[in-house]
């Protein structure tokens, strides 16, 4: 099955400079040049930016014209965006006549040449003078009335996320994204098109700039040339206030992530509007009246008289049409706008006397064909806003204390958000609107209850609602964390039979590498050969069964050591991943004395770069070693310091927790948890530390790194039930909070592409959103829709919904808030796999994996449905066998696992009951005869402390035994939890 979609603007069209040769070298360092002739025009040479990393093939100094120097940043507010990087984009006119280029240039290849494209593309063409007008509108206009906050006496509830000391998305990098644009310098406004349309065929980004003219960019990203160190950084989990020193005073923007707008403050007594060609070429301004309003052109507001505080312009020339509301404390002196001369186009609006302003665009993603001036429907629902958010911008949400109560017995949380606000006054008296908004995935998850209304501001995550007032709150489903373990069959061994084979070589080839050598660069990875292999630890013979719980023992004291290093055998992972090497070549890889090795840490300590909290991390993404090469030697020293943001240690976090969970089930032993505790929640605040209101979860950054990891789900599944295990009541009910929000994070990725952004995207419904991620790095979210098959699944969502963990939670979770959706997704998903041709990659075999375990999973789908689907995978490639994703050594597999595991899924659904978990006791056995309608368990006791076995029971019971008397008390259907003081064996009688 093909794919659709893409890029809407064809990069692969644009004109090459080539004909380069290299006139200079000096290590890395090159100067090369080329001769252009019979070129005339305004053009746009393109040329690739500093990648964000620090590693690219080619990395730009300098451009020379005729000798004449360019400053590369001079004109780098709305740098021009390229498939998969950014570029710097130089304006020049050409007259037809010989133009020598020189380019200055870094590069680690040996003939640079090959990687350096440098793109001539036709600059904003000329438009013509707008008419001036002057139009009077009267017009009874409907007020945006939010309903009232709903109260609570959060007295006797638990503590929440706080805003103090945690930074969310704003402690990873400055600049920031926001609700429906990006900050990715001081003061620049970037809106690049996360709901691309086919029109916008453009190779830039909507942008502009308040930053005083002439002036260097501050941030973190390339083009920026002035970091943050001597910068005013106030941040915390909601907002940001970012101060510069200018020539002329002070230049500041205060903005949140729950919050519309920009405050620009600049003590020149000037707030100016620039670089506005690469925005919406905006021909009229909406004004207040005090019977109305009027509009204007641009240039006809000499005599700018306002009845209110605000002014919005539109009309574009072109597509997009995005109105920007600009509200203001004062009245400016005069409007003043200029237009470049040789295209006629908005360049610059400046408002002289004022030196506090507040910037928005009120219609969010929404964009539009060009508005004309009489468009009565547009100018009412424009004064609608504008007349909403000129009160409720004047209070901007700074900070926010969250409150939560679980009702176990309901299976949710209620959570209540209280507010701070940043109030602006300004000269009309206007008193400001506090709204309590809520996180936008709310608006389509389609599991949340709660009291907001639309404000009319679609966002990239989500529609904003609010209530009126500083409170807002929304109640959740718990996840459901239990996993299903299935009981062996007594008549029935075909499983323990399929399992067994070639389980000796797996144990075989898994020793061949010692406790002192991980092939991935993350805690977890020690226990990675044998955790996932341990759920199938009961159909298992009893000495390979013995082998592999010594093996799990030993590694998980080693992995709860803090102070733990360990050798990281860098391999190309490229290779791997294309190859998919077998036993032999895989252990002829790792042997080869050439391989760089790399000597790395279980943890590392960081401190967070603007709250100056520590934590610990546990995974250092690979592709920062061979690929990126941000990362040299993986010392804790280089860790501590780097500024990078590494924030893919959810990921490592979330199989780490999860191979912890597997590992204290299959020893029976919570030792090495209780042992450990403090430093496993130090680990463990990352998520929260950097939690997301916006998303509501971790890991989120706006440099197009950050998305929903599917295998951070791991972390919330099992947290809970480590901290159970200690005795931590207080951490166990954070966990099932965090858990809920999750939940509801994933479940607006399900419906993200059926319910909302289709509809912005004027396109039809799409299967499922992959990841929330946008702006600084126009790369990656340009102008068009996810890549999806025919049927419109988007390729590789369904990958990310867990990654590499596979997790059961996470098909479970979804069919039991949103089954229909989630079962149809998965439909589609199933038709997609079995007709697709091309080469069957690691992740097309971890999706249709995907189906398979929802399938097993869900008693709606016919067994024979799931065999079907099973020889199928068999049959074409789609099955993993020996390997679970990249054949590195740590994911070697029983051969027969991942099949085995179905096979007894499918078991558990003809058996009346199903073990969950257990604490300080193993599991020996677990049978179910159902000829004898009897389920025996056997169970030994583990250390000194209680112990616990939790199952359910899916249907009533006649009783329950304990060493066959000692009848436990026991509910007709669902969970039920007995107490282990010693060995015993529990008996089930049906």
């Given amino acids: 099955m093909k794919s659709v979609a893409g890029h809407y603007y064809d990069f692969d069209r644009e004109?090459?400079?080539?004909?380069?040769?290299?006139?200079?070298?000096?290590?890395?360092?090159?100067?090369?040049?080329?001769?252009?002739?019979?070129?005339t025009g305004y053009k746009v040479i393109a040329i690739p930016a500093e990648p964000i990393l620090g590693y690219h093939r080619i990395v730009p100094h300098t451009l020379l014209v005729n000798g004449e120097k360019i400053d590369l940043n001079t004109q780098s507010s709305p740098y021009y965006s390229w498939t998969n990087a950014s570029r710097f984009g130089v304006r020049h006119y050409f007259d037809g006549s010989d133009v020598k280029l020189t380019l200055e240039f870094s590069s680690p290849e040996s003939a640079p040449l090959e990687f350096l494209r440098v793109a001539l593309i036709d600059d904003l063409a000329p438009v013509p003078l707008p008419e001036k007008i002057k139009i009077d509108i009267s017009?009874?206009?409907?007020?945006?009335?939010?309903?009232?906050?709903?109260?609570?006496?959060?007295?006797?509830?638990?503590?929440?996320?706080?805003?103090?000391?945690?930074?969310?998305?704003?402690?990873?990098?400055?600049?920031?994204?926001?609700?429906?644009?990006?900050?990715?310098?001081?003061?620049?406004?970037?809106?690049?098109?996360?709901?691309?349309?086919?029109?916008?065929?453009?190779?830039?980004?909507?942008?502009?700039?308040?930053?005083?003219?002439?002036?260097?960019?501050?941030?973190?990203?390339?083009?920026?040339?002035?970091?943050?160190?001597?910068?005013?950084?106030?941040?915390?989990?909601?907002?940001?206030?970012?101060?510069?020193?200018?020539?002329?005073?002070?230049?500041?923007?205060?903005?949140?992530?729950?919050?519309?707008?920009?405050?620009?403050?600049?003590?020149?007594?000037?707030?100016?509007?620039?670089?506005?060609?690469?925005?919406?070429?905006?021909?009229?301004?909406?004004?207040?009246?005090?019977?109305?309003?009027?509009?204007?052109?641009?240039?006809?507001?000499?005599?700018?008289?306002m009845a209110a505080n605000y002014l919005l312009f539109f009309g574009a020339t072109e597509f997009p049409d995005v109105p920007l509301l600009v509200v203001l404390t004062r009245r400016p002196k005069a409007l003043e706008v200029s237009r470049d001369p040789r295209t006629n186009r908005l360049k610059k609006i400046v408002f002289d006397g004022v030196d506090r302003a507040i910037t928005a665009t009120p219609f969010g993603i929404e964009n539009f064909a060009p508005i004309p001036p009489r468009d009565e429907k547009f100018i009412k629902e424009a004064l609608r806003r504008c007349r909403f958010w000129s009160r409720a911008l004047l209070a901007m949400p700074v900070s926010v204390k969250e409150f939560y109560k679980i009702d176990r017995k309901k299976g949710e949380v209620a959570i209540t958000e209280k507010f701070d606000y940043f109030y602006i006054a300004d000269e009309w008296g206007t008193l400001p609107l506090e709204i309590a908004p809520l996180p936008p995935v709310l608006s389509h998850c389609g599991i949340a209850r709660h009291r907001g209304e639309a404000v009319g501001f679609p966002t990239k995550y989500g529609e904003l609602t609010a209530v009126a007032g500083n409170e807002a709150t929304y109640t959740l489903p718990l996840a459901d964390s239990m996993r299903s373990f299935p009981l062996r069959e007594a008549k029935d061994d075909a499983v323990d039979k399929l399992l067994a084979d070639g389980l000796k070589e797996y144990l075989d080839f898994t020793g061949n590498f010692g406790d002192d050598v991980q092939s991935y660069p993350y805690a977890g990875a020690l226990l990675e050969p044998f955790a996932m292999a341990s759920t199938m630890l009961n159909f298992m013979p009893e000495a390979e069964k013995k082998e592999l719980t010594a093996k799990i023992a030993n590694r998980l004291k080693l992995v709860n050591d803090v102070k733990r290093s360990y050798v990281y055998p860098a391999v190309d992972w490229g290779d791997m991943m294309r190859l998919m090497p077998d036993d032999e070549k895989v252990l002829e890889i790792y042997r080869d004395p050439a391989l760089p090795r790399k000597k790395l840490w279980n943890y590392y300590e960081r401190t967070e770069r603007f709250t100056r909290q520590k934590y610990f991390i546990c995974y250092l993404n690979l592709c920062l070693f061979t690929v990126e090469k941000v990362l040299k030697t993986g010392t804790p020293e280089e860790i501590s310091s780097v500024v990078f943001p590494l924030i893919e240690n959810d990921w490592g976090a979330g199989l780490t927790f999860y191979y912890m969970y597997l590992a204290m089930l299959a020893t029976g032993s919570t030792r090495e948890i209780r042992d450990n505790w403090q430093n496993i929640k130090k680990m463990n605040s990352f998520f929260e530390l950097f939690h997301d209101w916006a998303c509501m979860a971790s890991g989120y950054a706006e440099s197009g790194l950050g998305w929903v990891e599917g295998a951070n789900y791991g972390a919330f599944t099992v947290f809970p039930h480590l901290a159970h295990a200690v005795g931590d009541v207080q951490a166990e009910n954070f966990a099932l909070y965090l858990g809920a929000k999750q939940l509801a994070l994933r479940a607006s990725q399900l419906r993200a592409g059926s319910c909302y952004f289709n509809r912005y995207m004027r396109t039809e419904p799409f299967y499922f959103w992959k990841m929330y991620r946008s702006?600084?790095?126009?790369?990656?979210?340009?102008?068009?829709?996810?890549?999806?098959?025919?049927?419109?699944?988007?390729?590789?969502?369904?990958?990310?919904?867990?990654?590499?963990?596979?997790?059961?939670?996470?098909?479970?979770?979804?069919?039991?808030?949103?089954?229909?959706?989630?079962?149809?997704?998965?439909?589609?998903?199933?038709?997609?796999?079995?007709?697709?041709?091309?080469?069957?990659?690691?992740?097309?075999?971890?999706?249709?994996?995907?189906?398979?375990?929802?399938?097993?999973?869900?008693?709606?789908?016919?067994?024979?449905?799931?065999?079907?689907?099973?020889?199928?995978?068999?049959?074409?490639?789609?099955?993993?066998?020996?390997?679970?994703?990249?054949?590195?050594?740590?994911?070697?597999?029983?051969?027969?696992?991942?099949?085995?595991?179905?096979?007894?899924?499918?078991?558990?659904?003809?058996?009346?009951?199903?073990?969950?978990?257990?604490?300080?006791?193993?599991?020996?056995?677990?049978?179910?005869?159902?000829?004898?309608?009897?389920?025996?368990?056997?169970?030994?006791?583990?250390?000194?402390?209680?112990?616990?076995?939790?199952?359910?029971?899916?249907?009533?019971?006649?009783?329950?035994?304990?060493?066959?008397?000692?009848?436990?008390?026991?509910?007709?259907?669902?969970?039920?939890?007995?107490?282990?003081l010693k060995s015993t064996i529990i008996e089930v009688l049906y």
Wanted: glycine content about 6%; charged content about 25%; some cysteine.
């Fill in 775 to 980: 702006e600084s790095n126009p790369a990656f979210d340009f102008q068009s829709l996810p890549k999806m098959w025919q049927n419109r699944a988007v390729d590789d969502a369904l990958y990310n919904g867990t990654t590499e963990g596979l997790y059961p939670e996470y098909f479970l979770d979804m069919q039991k808030v949103l089954p229909g959706e989630f079962n149809q997704a998965i439909r589609l998903y199933r038709d997609a796999l079995t007709r697709y041709n091309d080469r069957k990659s690691w992740t097309m075999i971890q999706q249709f994996s995907s189906v398979l375990l929802a399938g097993a999973l869900n008693e709606n789908v016919p067994e024979e449905v799931v065999l079907k689907d099973l020889e199928f995978a068999r049959n074409n490639g789609m099955l993993f066998h020996e390997w679970r994703g990249i054949h590195v050594f740590s994911r070697r597999l029983p051969k027969n696992y991942f099949e085995s595991q179905i096979r007894a899924l499918l078991l558990l659904r003809k058996q009346p009951l199903a073990l969950h978990n257990w604490l300080n006791c193993v599991v020996k056995d677990a049978v179910w005869d159902a000829d004898q309608k009897i389920a025996r368990i056997e169970v030994e006791k583990v250390g000194d402390a209680p112990g616990e076995i939790t199952f359910s029971l899916k249907k009533p019971c006649k009783a329950v035994l304990l060493d066959k008397s000692n009848a436990v008390p026991a509910t007709k259907t669902g969970k039920i939890t007995i107490p282990i």
């Fill in 15 to 39: 004109p090459q400079i080539g004909n380069w040769r290299i006139v200079f070298q000096e290590g890395t360092r090159f100067r090369a040049e080329t001769l252009l002739a019979g070129v």
């Fill in 139 to 305: 017009a009874k206009i409907d007020d945006i009335i939010l309903p009232e906050a709903e109260k609570n006496d959060v007295t006797n509830w638990e503590q929440g996320i706080v805003s103090e000391g945690r930074a969310g998305r704003f402690g990873f990098v400055k600049g920031d994204g926001l609700l429906d644009v990006a900050m990715p310098y001081l003061g620049v406004v970037d809106k690049m098109y996360l709901c691309g349309l086919p029109e916008y065929q453009k190779p830039f980004r909507w942008s502009y700039r308040m930053f005083p003219d002439g002036l260097p960019l501050h941030g973190d990203f390339p083009v920026a040339t002035v970091k943050t160190n001597d910068d005013k950084l106030d941040v915390n989990r909601l907002s940001v206030f970012w101060e510069a020193q200018t020539p002329d005073g002070v230049f500041s923007c205060r903005y949140s992530i729950a919050y519309p707008g920009i405050v620009v403050h600049d003590s020149r007594n000037q707030i100016t509007l620039s670089d506005l060609e690469y925005a919406s070429n905006y021909q009229y301004v909406l004004i207040p009246k005090s019977d109305g309003a009027e509009v204007r052109t641009l240039e006809s507001c000499a005599d700018l008289e």
